[in-house]
């Protein structure tokens, strides 16, 4: 293990490299508490604020360590900015330091990556076009000339958007592809150079998605590795509720169905196959989105157990065919391994018991059965906590994070390494008192109100306009959204775009380059947003982002807390949610602004400090005017 002097000077050294590098008190001290960490293999709970650098002060005392680490994150901007910018940093400086040169890689999900042995089945021969791309065959002709070309084959490497249907003809999920050793191309199949990469390096950036897949298939996707980062750690319990349950949709038979149509010509068993899709589509349909009761009612349990029994007569079916064409024979396997799978989702929806919470969700004609646990944290004991050091961060950490993802406090030198977690909050470097205004608008009306939807447009005309534009306006639902864009548009004096207008990247690229534009989103763009300088200089959020009242998941967790439910789930929830969309404001040592709350409970209710004290420490104010001549002066400040 390294000392704290080596861990401070590896950091002294790579802050050094940066352009305009200052001293920050926060990033020092998560260095030391992550270093300390890991040679005391104790699970690290800490909050950094924006600005703190948590990145390197993670990344560089890993790397001094010698352990071998798995960064995992929420999103993909970070992710890309790992890769593209804080490793490849940290490598230049510490490989001068360290007696061998720093190796890491990144990995994705294998459906990332294009498959060598499904590009050739559509170059053979005249099978390059694709059903319903009239340009498919263009796209499958400059992808099979980049494939020659690229060392990563990683499509989001790509500078061409491909159709979804092409993307899906050339790649294969997990539940299709039948492995290396049964592929002919998969002495060079990219999938498995990227695991290869992975598995020979010190530091593995991955997505948490990714991570709980690892955690699901018992660790039989991810190298084995020493240590664990959570960064944007306040998403773990949803993400990995997500991927350690499963989601049974009339989609996934669809691709069945074809797979199967793909390598036998039985119109029968095709029917039987289709019929599958029809029936679930139907009973999923005809059920609200609401939580079920398990064991899965009848009228479910019995559509899901007679397509059970047509897969294993498609899988019967697909085990006599005999080819020495290889293309069939892969077709073949991906057809076995698809239908071995579906198989056991639906035999792990019809076992489900308590411990589980099965639920419908998605819009009327493209519902889902959904299968999650009821408490992630067994999972994630026996998956992470018990088996290596872990490190949580993010800029918000809720209250009661620990609890939820089943960590337990315990005193220092306890040996139980199950339950060893310190927890710390190293502060931002931000100034957020001098920098920053928190407003409650507390002469609007409740927000479940008649009037309270066109008192807020008034509300954000008055405050966008004295900030000439130069506003991040967030709402908690599209409907909101959709209105205000509609009341806002004839009575702003800037542009303004909604989230409807373009991708994400493109939006946020359009937003910060024209220093006067209004954005309007959903909570999507409560987080991810990283806009310095005054191009943001104004956040409005139209309401205290509560969880839905109505989600199932949700539901079973508040039944299973009873009277503590709000104290234990919403309010940390709609905390960490607001915190997260405040901190998109000040980004930098010279930004000033204005976060606007259009929610009067946020001053008025009696939970409003478990709220407030969640967020930056920002100047408060329920003075409108005093708001209005804020905005005025950052706006017209050179």
Request: proline letters at 5%.
């Amino acid at each position: 293990m390294t000392d704290r002097d080596t861990v401070l000077s590896a950091l002294d050294a790579v802050t050094a490299s940066i352009d305009g590098a200052e001293h920050r008190a926060g990033q020092r001290e998560m260095t030391e508490l992550v270093a300390t960490a890991i040679a005391r293999r104790r699970h690290l709970v800490v909050q950094a604020g924006t600005g703190t650098g948590k990145t390197l002060a993670y990344v560089v005392p890993a790397v001094m360590s010698g352990v071998t680490t798995v960064v995992a994150t929420a999103t993909k901007a970070l992710q890309d900015q790992l890769a593209t910018k804080d490793l490849p940093l940290v490598a230049a400086t510490l490989d001068d330091i360290r007696p061998e040169p720093m190796r890491w890689a990144v990995l994705k999900g294998r459906s990332n990556y294009l498959c060598r042995q499904r590009l050739d089945e559509h170059t053979a021969d005249d099978q390059a076009t694709i059903d319903g791309v009239d340009t498919s065959a263009d796209q499958i002709a400059r992808i099979s000339a980049w494939a020659d070309t690229t060392d990563s084959g990683d499509l989001a490497d790509l500078d061409w958007n491909v159709d979804a249907a092409v993307r899906d003809a050339v790649t294969v999920g997990p539940d299709e592809c039948p492995g290396a050793h049964r592929c002919p191309r998969g002495d060079d199949c990219f999938a498995e150079r990227a695991r290869d990469r992975a598995a020979g390096a010190e530091v593995i950036v991955v997505n948490t998605h990714l991570y709980g897949l690892d955690i699901a298939a018992e660790g039989q996707i991810l190298p084995d590795h020493d240590l664990v980062v959570f960064d944007e750690a306040h998403v773990v319990e949803d993400i990995m509720s997500d991927t350690v349950g499963i989601q049974l949709a009339p989609g996934r038979f669809v691709a069945v169905a074809a797979a199967v149509r793909a390598v036998i010509a039985d119109i029968a068993l095709d029917r039987d196959l289709l019929s599958v899709v029809a029936d679930l589509s139907a009973v999923l349909d005809s059920s609200p989105s609401e939580r079920l009761s398990t064991p899965l009612p009848h009228h479910i349990s019995e559509v899901l157990a007679a397509a059970r029994g047509t897969l294993t007569r498609a899988g019967e079916a697909i085990d006599q065919i005999r080819s020495d064409d290889v293309t069939v024979q892969q077709k073949r396997l991906r057809a076995q391994v698809m239908l071995l799978r579906s198989i056991d989702m639906i035999d792990i929806a019809l076992t489900a018991g308590e411990n589980r919470v099965a639920f419908v969700a998605g819009a009327p004609g493209a519902r889902r059965l959904e299968i999650a646990p009821l408490d992630v944290g067994p999972t994630l004991r026996t998956g992470v906590w018990e088996r290596r050091t872990a490190v949580l961060t993010s800029a918000t950490v809720p209250t009661n994070l620990t609890t939820r993802i089943g960590l337990t406090t315990a005193a220092l030198g306890d040996d139980d390494t199950s339950t060893r977690v310190d927890a710390a909050d190293v502060g931002s470097p931000f100034d957020y008192g001098e920098q920053a205004v928190l407003y409650c608008a507390m002469h609007l009306p409740p927000p479940n109100a008649d009037d309270f939807r066109s008192a807020s447009h008034d509300e954000m005309a008055d405050l966008i306009n004295a900030a000439g534009g130069r506003t991040l306006a967030l709402f908690t639902s599209w409907a909101a959204m959709d209105a205000a864009a509609d009341a806002l548009r004839d009575r702003i004096e800037v542009p303004l775009l909604t989230q409807r207008d373009l991708p994400k990247a493109a939006l946020l690229r359009r937003f910060a380059e024209d220093e006067g534009t209004t954005l309007l989103a959903t909570a999507g763009l409560f987080q991810g947003v990283d806009v310095p300088g005054r191009t943001l200089s104004l956040v409005i959020i139209d309401r205290i982002p509560f969880p839905r009242p109505d989600d199932p998941l949700l539901g079973a967790r508040r039944d299973l807390l009873g009277p503590s439910a709000f104290r234990e789930i919403d309010l940390p929830r709609a905390a960490t949610m607001l915190a997260q969309a405040t901190g998109r404001l000040i980004r930098s040592a010279d930004d000033r602004g204005v976060v606007a709350v259009l929610d009067r409970r946020l001053g008025a209710a009696k939970y409003r400090w478990d709220i407030i004290s969640a967020l930056p420490p920002m100047r408060r104010t329920r003075d409108r005017d005093e708001v209005l001549a804020t905005l005025a002066d950052i706006s017209s400040s050179a």
